[in-house]
T-cell receptor, first 111, second 113 residues
Framework: NAGVTQTPKFQVLKTGQSMTLQCAQDMNHNSMYWYRQDPGMGLRLIYYSASEGTTDKGEVPNGYNVSRLNKREFSLRLESAAPSQTSVYFC??????????FGDGTRLSIL | DAKTTQPPSMDCAEGRAANLPCNHSTISGNEYVYWYRQIHSQGPQYIIHGLKNNETNEMASLIITEDRKSSTLILPHATLRDTAVYYCIVRVHSGGGADGLTFGKGTHLIIQP
């Protein structure tokens, strides 16, 4: 049982490049989430998806787009990467009113 | 969601009980207290949660005061592997929709050998 799988684990981009962070869960959860974590800080919610076909903005959505491809997969896209988006990105999934399960993160550096 | 206040860091000797405090004085009646921890470079790991009764599982115990304005996470026999940042989070249990977690800076617990 893999839980929440994120790819890639590491990525370096140049300013202005685009990329998509992938997340997949095998726990049949309805809800999925994307967070970012900057050094010395707690996680901040970027976007979430309550169920397949729905997405909503979190605390820090600017500069990002998301796609809930199916029940298992929730991707995060940076259309034009900026140095301020250098961070560690975590995906999570859960059922309603249950604990969230997190992946091991994608470490993204933007030069 | 209500905000929480935690000490930035704590030390504990290996084998002793680690008691991590959290203040949540503005907690609402329908908000649960959740604890997660984050071991260096890994994703947060769920530990325990509760509403108003004390809770215990294989990882820890959660003591919530009667007025629910504060709580304590107890790791009964701390080991070096318990060194991590511990987050206390209050969270509404909604009617079925998703809700993100609000993380503060947490408490960096260092277990000393």
């Amino acid at each position: 049982n893999a839980g929440v799988t994120q790819t890639p684990k590491f990525q370096v981009l140049k300013t202005g490049q685009s990329m998509t962070l992938q997340c997949a869960q095998d726990m049949n959860h309805n809800s999925m989430y994307w967070y970012r974590q900057d050094p010395g800080m707690g996680l901040r919610l970027i976007y979430y998806s309550a169920s397949e076909g729905t997405t909503d903005k979190g605390e820090v959505p600017n500069g990002y787009n998301v796609s809930r491809l199916n029940k298992r997969e929730f991707s995060l896209r940076l259309e034009s990467a900026a140095p301020s988006q250098t961070s560690v990105y975590f995906c999570a999934s859960s059922e309603a009113n249950q604990p969230q399960h997190f992946g091991d993160g994608t470490r993204l550096s933007i030069l | 969601d209500a905000k929480t206040t935690q000490p930035p860091s704590m030390d504990c000797a290996e084998g002793r009980a680690a008691n991590l405090p959290c203040n949540h004085s503005t907690i609402s009646g329908n908000e649960y207290v959740y604890w997660y921890r984050q071991i260096h470079s890994q994703g947060p790991q769920y530990i325990i949660h509760g509403l108003k009764n004390n809770e215990t599982n294989e990882m820890a115990s959660l003591i919530i005061t009667e007025d629910r304005k504060s709580s304590t996470l107890i790791l009964p026999h701390a080991t070096l592997r318990d060194t991590a940042v511990y987050y206390c989070i209050v969270r509404v249990h909604s009617g079925g929709g998703a809700d993100g977690l609000t993380f503060g800076k947490g408490t960096h617990l260092i277990i000393q050998p």
